[in-house]
C-alpha cells in the first residue's frame, strides 16, 4: 500500500517561515508529478504548487517568490518551503502524488493534510 504523509504544519506569526514535508512510502516503482494544494473553511481547494518528475516547478500566484517546493528522490520526499508568510495562507495543505505503483500503472494518491495557522 502507498502512503503519503505530510509534516511540518503549525502556527506560525505573520512573516514566519515553514517548511512541510510530503513523504511516500509503500511500494512503488517511482513517483512522478507531486503538487501541493490548500483548503481554507469555506473555501475550495486550490493548488499551490507543482513539480515535475525532472524537477520543472510551477506556482499559483499566490504563493509565487513566497514559496518554493522542492523533491529528494532519494527520499520519496517532496517539500514546501513557505516564507513571509501571511495570515491568508492559513489553511490545510495537502499534497497529491502521481506515482507508478507498478511500470505501466499510475496512480493519484492525496495525504491527509497538515495544518498551517499564521497568526499574531
Known amino acids: 500500500q502507498v502512503q503519503l504523509v505530510e509534516s511540518g504544519g503549525g502556527l506560525v506569526q505573520p512573516g514566519g517561515s515553514l517548511r512541510l514535508s510530503c513523504a511516500a512510502s509503500g511500494s512503488f516503482f517511482l513517483i512522478n508529478a507531486v503538487g501541493w494544494y490548500r483548503q481554507a473553511p469555506g473555501k475550495e481547494r486550490e493548488l499551490v504548487a507543482h513539480i515535475t518528475n525532472g524537477g520543472r516547478t510551477t506556482y499559483a500566484d499566490s504563493g509565487k517568490g513566497r514559496f518554493t517546493i522542492s523533491r529528494d528522490n532519494d527520499e520519496n520526499t517532496v517539500y514546501l518551503q513557505m516564507n513571509s508568510l501571511k495570515p491568508e495562507d492559513t489553511a490545510v495543505y495537502l499534497c497529491?502524488?502521481?506515482?507508478?505503483?507498478?511500470?505501466?500503472?499510475?496512480?493519484?494518491?492525496w495525504g491527509q493534510g497538515t495544518q498551517v495557522t499564521v497568526s499574531s
Open positions: 497529491n502524488a502521481l506515482i507508478l505503483v507498478t511500470e505501466r500503472h499510475e496512480y493519484s494518491y
